[in-house]
């Protein structure tokens, strides 16, 4: 997935036709939007909009003809599935860095990523979260190197509202969500990741499932003995 390692104003798109494919609309134009949106933002929409598919499933996006700055200039695109965390461009900022706030919360703090990579971040999260072709394994960190071979860590930061080490990973036709393992899954002194592998579909999915012994086990953790039910990842 080149667009992931090399990021330019096309990502987006490409990734989202790589994911999805492209829908029965033959056309990405973006309907309602309001003079506010960025072209980032309009691309976006309408590149999601193109695939005919739905491509967020937890955090969602501010519909397009809803976005409208606030009385600081501040134009909110995104919310948390929570309601928990917003996030937002300043309209007079040419670099539409992206900033983010929590709920109750008046001050808007920067997050490093410009609102291109901010998008294609939060696109390529929801992909793993969305997909339903995954499974979830738990691997102690000796373990990560190999359980990892093929993939290339994205630059990507953790979004405020995850725990700060959760990472992304991509292969050529994968990805996977690198993250601490919810209380009760680690032992203690145990040094155990939750990796989360997801593909466009099952016969891709199933080649990294072998990795582990899990062949047609997708979205089962791979240390079923534990008595708790399985992550939401």
């Not at 990523?113 to 691997?139: D, N, Q, Y």
């Not at 725990?163 to 991509?170: G, H, R, S, T």
């Not at 899954?185 to 939750?194: E, I, T």
Request: charge should be negative.
């Amino acid at each position: 997935m080149d667009e992931l390692l090399s990021i330019n104003s096309d990502s987006v798109t490409r990734f989202l036709q790589r994911w999805y494919g492209t829908g029965d609309s033959t056309s990405g134009d973006l309907p309602d939007a309001t003079p506010h949106a960025p072209d980032d933002l309009v691309r976006w929409h309408a590149a999601a909009a193109l695939t005919g598919h739905p491509v967020t499933f937890a955090d969602r996006p501010v519909a397009p003809q809803d976005l409208a700055p606030d009385s600081r200039g501040m134009l909110e695109f995104w919310i948390e599935n929570q309601n928990g965390y917003f996030w937002a461009v300043g309209l007079d900022d040419d670099g539409l860095q992206v900033f983010s706030r929590k709920s109750g919360e008046f001050d808007w703090r920067a997050t490093g990523e410009p609102l291109g990579e901010f998008l294609l971040h939060c696109t390529v999260r929801e992909a793993v979260i969305g997909s339903e072709s995954k499974f979830t394994t738990f691997i102690g960190a000796s373990e990560i190197e190999d359980a990892l071979d093929s993939f290339k860590l994205l630059k990507f930061s953790a979004l405020d509202s995850e725990e700060p080490e959760v990472k992304l990973w991509c292969s050529e036709d994968a990805l996977v969500r690198m993250a601490p393992p919810p209380t009760g899954y680690a032992g203690p002194g145990d040094q155990l990741w939750m990796l989360t592998f997801a593909a466009p579909s099952d016969w891709r999915i199933e080649r990294y499932a072998s990795r582990f012994g899990l062949e047609g086990c997708t979205d089962k953790p791979a240390h079923t003995e534990l008595p708790y039910e399985p992550p939401p990842f």
